[in-house]
C-alpha cells in the first residue's frame, strides 16, 4: 500500500547544510592516505563464489555501497548505472533488457507475452531465472547484496536466454553473528510532476546458532510526470484512407503496395463522429506504486550442509503510460481511455548446499507465479489497421461495390469514434531446478557441472474492445455483431458455427462463448480475444572444466547440451462475418491454434518450436602478475524458436515472402579479449574488446500488407564489435576521493537481409545499439572536525549516443542522443545517514526508448529533474 511522507525537509536540509559547512580535518575518513585500498567485490558470475578480479569474463558489479550510493531502487534506475545495457519496452514490469546492442524490435504489449520472442538476455533473481517474453519483472531493488551484469553469450552455465548476457540481483541472505537492522526513508519531488515517498525496513534475526530469518518490506510510490491532453481523432485519420507516397512521422514513405483500400475516395458522404479524450486528460498520470516484502531464512544442518530458503512478494500498481508523444508536446500525449496495470508475482527458492566426499553440491530449485491484469489504449491502431472502419462503421461507408455509384461510401453512414483499447490479462507460472557439482576450487583442475530442468506456463487472454462497433449499422439495417466464440477444439472444422459437432472449445480464461461480452460480463464491443496458453519447457546438462596450464596460463574449457520445446494452443478468434442481426458465429478469420499446430495438422505446421543442439565455450587466462589478469573468451550462445500464429499468409509486395509457422534459433558466436588489472592499490581497470557474428536475427513485424496481426520472422544475419571498460580510481594525494566510471562503444550491422522484403536492410544498425553510452562519478568524502561526521558530495553524469528502436524500416524511429548530470551530497554517522540529491539536474529530456509501431511516436524518457532525500538508520 501507499503512504504519505511529509514534503518538506527543513529539519534534514538544515542537518546537511550545517554538516556540510563544517571544516574537513587533515585526514580524510580513512586513518591515512596509505590506507586507502580499492574494494574488493565477490561475485558469483561463475556459479562459484570469486572475486571480481579473478574472473575472465566481461563482468560489472554494483555492490550494496553503490546501490545505496547511486539510489537505485528499481529497473530504471540500474539500467542508467549499466552502459552496455539497454531496455526497451514502456514501464514499470513492461521492459526487455539488451546487452551490447543484440536487438532487433521493440516489444508489442498486446502480443509480446504468448506470440512474443524469449529474451536474449536472461535475468536472475539469485538461482532463479525469471525471463519472461516482453515482460521482464521489475523486481524492487531492496536489501541486495550486488547486481552482477555478465556481458556476452553465458549459455554454457546459464543456458537459454543467455545469449547476450545476463543481469542478475543477488539478495542479502540471513547472517547468523547477531541481530540486526536498518530502517530506510525517502522523498522527492518532479520538476513539472508529482511527488513521491518510500519505506524499507531490514531486520535479520539469529534464532539459534544455526538458524536465522532476514525480512525486508518496502513501499515506494513514484510521482508521475506525463500529462494526457485533450484531443480529438475520427476515423478519416484511418490507413484505410491513406494514399501511397504519403509519409510516415518516422520518414518512410507509404509504398505502393502500402496504400488504403479506399484512398483518394470521397469521404463527404460519410459523417465521422469524433472520439475525445476531454473528459479523461489529466496532468501526471503515470503514478507507479512498488509495495512488497521478502522474508529468507537460513538453517546450518551440519557443518557439511545447509538450506536456504526465500519467499519474495511483490504487487506494482502503475496508471497511464510512460511515454510520451513528442509532436504532442513536452511529455505530453492524448490517450482515450484511463490506462492501468496491476502487476503482482510470488517467487519461493530453496537453496541446498553440501558436501558429498570430494564434491560440493547444490540442488536449488524456485516456484514463481505472476500475474498482470492491464488496461491498454489501442486508439492509435486507426494508423496502421485498414481493417478497423469494417468494425466502427456502417457498411455501406467501407463495403461500397453495391451502392450506387459504386465505390463511393452511401449518404447518411457512419464513422463512430475510435476509441479502443484492450483489457489485457496475463498469467505466468515457472518452475525450475538444477542440481550442480563443483570438485575442490584449490585444486589445479577444477570442475562444475549440472543438470538444469525448467517449466514455464503463460496463459493470456486480450480483449480487444471497440465500443463503436456497438452502434455500427449493418448491410442488413441492425446495429452491431452477433456473439463470438473462442475457437480451441482441435476438431473444429473452419467455417463451422458454435453449436455444431465441431464446434470451438473452451477457452483457458473464458467458458465456451460468447465473448460479445469482455471476460468481466460487460457488453462493451469486443470484437477480438485471444485467449492462448504458451508453454516452454527446457531441458540442460551442462560442465565447465578450469585447468590451470602453468602458474600464470589457465584454460577453462565449457559445454551444454540443450532440448527445448515451445507449444502454442488457444484460439485468437474474430467477429468479421458476424456483423447485424439475426446472424451466426462465422468462425472466420481467425486462428484455432489448437487445431494449427497439433500433430499432423492440415497445413503442415509443426506441432511444437524444437531446439536442440550443443554450444561451447574456451577461455584462456593469463596472470603475469597477481594484479592483472588477461583473458581471450570463444563463446556461442542461443535463443530458443517459437510458433507463428500467423503461419502462411504470404507478402502482397510481390516477393513470394510466406510467414513462417516456425522460427529457428538465433545464435550467437563471441569473441572477445579482455583485460582485469590494479595498479597499486589506486587505480583498477577492467576493459574488453568483443566481435559478435549472430546467425538468424529473431525480430517480429508489423506490416498489414502482409497480414493484419504481429508476427515474427529469421530476419538477418549480422555483427556487433565494441569496446567496454570500467574503472576505480583513488587518487593519490587527495584523501577521500574516488572517481569510476563506465563506457561502452558499439558498432552494430546487418550483414546479410533473409526476409525478402525492403523492409530490412543490409548495413543498418541493431536496434538499441546506441554507438557510446556511458557514466562518471566522483565521490569526495571527509571528516567533520566538530563531530566526527562522515560528509559527502558526489557529482556524477551519464550519456548515450543516439540509437534506433527497429531494423524494420516501416516500425523503426530514432532515439535522440542525451546527457545527464546529478549530484548528491549528505552526511552519515556510524549508524545513521542523510543524503540530499538532485537527478538529471538539467532537465534533459534522454530518450531510453521509443516505438514507431502503429506510425506514432511514443518515446520513454528518463525522469525529469528530481530533487529528493534519503535517510537510514541501522540498529
Not at 200 to 225: A, C, H, M, Q, T
Not at 528 to 555: A, C, H, K, P, S
Not at 596 to 607: I, K, L, S, T
Amino acid at each position: 500500500m501507499a503512504f504519505n511522507v511529509p514534503t518538506q525537509h527543513t529539519v534534514l536540509s538544515a542537518a546537511v547544510a550545517a554538516a556540510l559547512a563544517g571544516a574537513p580535518v587533515a585526514a580524510s575518513a580513512q586513518e591515512d592516505a596509505g590506507a586507502r585500498m580499492l574494494d574488493e567485490i565477490v561475485v558469483t558470475a561463475r556459479r562459484v563464489q570469486e572475486s571480481l578480479q579473478d574472473v575472465p569474463l566481461a563482468v560489472t558489479a554494483l555492490d550494496t555501497r553503490e546501490i545505496t550510493e547511486l539510489g537505485i531502487t528499481n529497473f530504471a534506475d540500474y539500467v542508467l548505472q549499466l552502459p552496455s545495457v539497454t531496455a526497451g519496452g514502456s514501464g514499470p514490469g513492461q521492459n526487455t533488457i539488451y546487452i551490447r546492442g543484440v536487438a532487433s524490435t521493440t516489444p508489442n504489449l498486446t502480443t509480446a507475452g504468448v506470440a512474443g520472442l524469449a529474451p536474449n538476455v536472461a535475468f536472475y533473481l539469485d538461482e532463479q531465472p525469471l525471463a519472461h517474453p516482453g515482460r521482464n519483472l521489475d523486481v524492487y531493488a531492496a536489501d541486495l547484496a550486488r547486481i552482477e551484469v555478465l556481458s556476452g553469450p553465458q549459455g554454457t552455465l546459464f543456458g537459454a536466454s543467455s545469449q547476450a548476457g545476463n543481469v542478475r540481483l543477488i539478495t542479502n541472505k540471513p547472517d547468523l553473528n547477531g541481530f540486526d537492522g536498518n530502517v530506510k526513508l525517502g522523498a522527492n519531488t518532479i520538476s513539472g510532476g508529482d511527488s513521491g515517498a518510500s519505506l524499507e525496513v531490514v531486520l535479520n534475526i539469529p534464532l539459534s546458532d544455526n538458524f536465522g530469518l532476514r525480512g525486508v518490506v518496502y513501499s515506494d510510490r513514484k510521482g508521475g510526470w506525463i500529462d494526457n491532453i485533450a484531443d480529438t481523432r475520427t476515423v478519416e485519420e484511418s490507413a484505410r484512407f491513406r494514399p501511397a507516397g504519403a509519409v510516415r512521422k518516422n520518414g518512410v514513405p507509404v509504398a505502393d503496395f502500402r496504400a488504403g483500400f479506399q484512398a483518394g475516395v470521397d469521404l463527404s458522404n460519410i459523417t465521422f463522429v469524433e472520439a475525445d479524450n476531454s473528459a479523461i486528460a489529466a496532468q501526471d498520470i503515470n503514478e507507479v506504486t512498488y509495495t512488497g516484502g521478502r522474508v529468507s531464512a537460513k538453517w546450518d544442518i551440519t557443518g557439511d550442509w545447509n538450506l536456504l530458503v526465500a519467499h519474495t512478494a511483490q504487487d506494482t500498481e502503475a496508471d497511464g503510460v510512460f511515454f510520451a508523444d513528442p509532436d504532442a508536446g513536452d511529455l505530453e500525449i492524448s490517450r482515450f481511455v484511463n490506462e492501468r496495470i496491476d502487476d503482482t508475482f510470488d517467487n519461493t527458492a530453496w537453496t541446498l548446499t553440501g558436501r558429498l566426499a570430494a564434491l560440493d553440491v547444490i540442488y536449488t530449485g524456485a516456484f514463481t507465479d505472476r500475474q498482470s491484469d492491464q488496461i491498454v489504449d489501442y486508439s492509435d491502431y486507426l494508423f496502421v489497421g485498414q481493417y478497423l472502419p469494417y468494425y466502427i462503421c456502417d457498411y455501406y461507408a467501407t463495403y461500397t461495390s453495391y451502392n450506387t455509384p459504386p465505390g463511393i461510401p452511401r449518404a447518411g453512414t457512419t464513422c463512430h469514434g475510435p476509441q479502443m483499447f484492450v483489457d489485457s490479462l496475463n498469467k505466468l507460472e515457472i518452475q525450475t531446478h538444477e542440481i550442480r557439482f563443483t570438485t575442490d576450487q584449490a585444486n589445479r583442475w577444477r570442475l562444475q557441472g549440472g543438470v538444469f530442468f525448467s517449466e514455464l506456463e503463460l496463459i493470456e487472454v486480450n480483449d480487444f474492445i471497440y465500443p463503436g462497433s456497438l452502434r455500427a449499422i449493418s448491410w442488413n439495417g441492425h446495429p452491431g455483431f452477433a456473439p463470438n466464440y473462442p475457437l480451441t477444439n482441435p476438431g473444429a472444422a473452419p467455417g463451422n458455427p458454435e453449436g455444431s459437432s465441431f464446434g470451438a472449445g473452451p477457452g483457458y480464461y473464458t467458458y465456451p462463448g460468447p465473448f460479445g461480452p469482455d471476460r468481466h460480463g460487460s457488453d462493451i464491443g469486443v470484437i477480438f480475444r485471444n485467449d492462448i496458453r504458451r508453454t516452454d519447457d527446457q531441458f540442460g546438462v551442462f560442465g565447465e572444466l578450469d585447468f590451470d596450464l602453468n602458474d600464470q596460463f589457465t584454460l577453462t574449457l565449457g559445454a551444454r547440451n540443450y532440448e527445448i520445446e515451445v507449444d502454442l494452443e488457444g484460439s485468437a478468434n474474430s467477429s468479421f462475418g458476424n456483423f447485424g442481426a439475426n446472424r451466426t458465429d462465422g468462425q472466420r478469420f481467425g486462428t484455432n491454434i489448437s487445431q494449427q499446430f497439433m500433430p499432423g495438422n492440415a497445413v503442415g505446421a509443426p506441432d511444437k518450436a524444437v531446439a536442440d543442439g550443443t554450444i561451447f565455450k574456451a577461455t584462456l587466462g593469463w596472470r603475469p602478475l597477481a594484479e592483472q589478469l588477461y583473458y581471450v573468451t570463444l563463446s556461442e550462445g542461443f535463443r530458443p524458436g517459437l510458433l507463428n500464429r500467423p503461419g502462411g499468409r504470404s507478402s502482397a509486395d510481390g516477393s513470394g515472402f510466406v510467414v513462417p509457422y516456425a522460427l529457428d534459433t538465433d545464435e550467437v558466436v563471441n569473441i572477445e579479449a579482455g583485460i582485469k588489472a590494479d595498479f597499486g592499490n589506486a587505480f583498477r581497470l577492467n576493459a574488453a574488446l568483443f566481435n559478435i557474428d549472430i546467425d538468424n536475427l529473431q525480430t517480429t513485424i508489423f506490416d498489414t500488407s502482409i497480414v493484419n496481426l504481429f508476427f515474427s520472422d529469421n530476419a538477418a544475419d549480422a555483427r556487433v564489435r565494441g569496446l567496454e571498460a570500467d574503472f576505480i580510481w583513488l587518487p593519490p594525494g587527495i584523501d577521500g576521493l574516488t572517481i569510476a566510471g563506465a563506457v561502452s562503444f558499439l558498432d552494430s550491422e546487418i550483414t546479410r537481409k533473409i526476409t525478402p522484403t525492403n523492409d530490412v536492410r543490409e548495413g543498418d544498425e541493431l536496434a538499441f545499439a546506441p554507438g557510446n553510452q556511458g557514466n562518471l562519478r566522483a565521490r569526495y568524502e571527509w571528516t567533520l572536525q566538530a563531530n566526527g561526521w562522515t560528509a559527502h558530495v558526489m557529482p556524477m553524469i551519464s550519456w548515450s549516443s543516439d540509437a534506433y528502436s527497429d531494423i524494420i524500416t516501416i516500425n523503426r524511429d530514432l532515439i535522440d542522443s542525451w546527457m545527464m548530470l546529478g549530484l548528491t551530497a549528505g552526511v552519515a554517522a556510524d549508524r545513521w545517514s542523510v543524503t540530499l540529491y538532485a537527478n538529471n539536474l538539467t532537465d534533459e529530456r534522454a530518450e531510453v526508448s521509443r516505438s514507431f509501431v502503429f506510425d506514432t511516436k511514443h518515446v520513454t524518457y528518463a525522469q525529469p529533474r528530481t530533487f529528493g532525500v534519503r535517510a537510514s538508520l541501522s540498529f
